[in-house]
Nanobody, 121 residues
């Protein structure tokens, strides 16, 4: 089993910054692609950013130029630096990752419990 634990959420004023972290723990052979998603009240969960083990990144259009995803493979941790935050980006931010229990099986997808980000106007 794999656990993804997020941290770093909180309350910030519009235009401010926050850095989220997500650490993977448990029994696994490797953590492959990781990413961040968010879900605002009454809305569907949406992609924010993803990153492969090799560092290839993908961003939602709305966050390009303001957010940066990175990872430390040695620590099995992914980060999301969020700058110039907007009130409409208030949401629960979820970490997501694909993990293999051994090199002989396909990966499974896991979610963290989420961390609240509130941007005040």
């Amino acid at each position: 089993q794999v656990q993804l634990v997020e941290s770093g959420g909180g309350l910030v004023q519009a235009g401010g910054s926050l850095r989220l972290s997500c650490a993977a723990s448990g029994s696994f052979f490797s953590i492959n692609a990781m990413g961040w998603y968010r879900q605002a009240p009454g809305k569907q969960r949406e992609l924010v950013a993803t990153i492969t083990t090799g560092g290839t990144t993908n961003y939602a259009e709305s966050v390009k130029g303001r957010f940066a995803i990175s990872r430390d493979n040695a620590k099995n941790t992914v980060y999301l630096q969020m700058n110039s935050l907007k009130p409409e980006e208030t949401a629960v931010y979820y970490c997501n990752g694909d993990a293999q229990s051994s090199p002989y099986v396909t990966s499974r997808n896991y979610w963290g419990q989420g961390t609240q980000v509130t941007v005040s106007s």
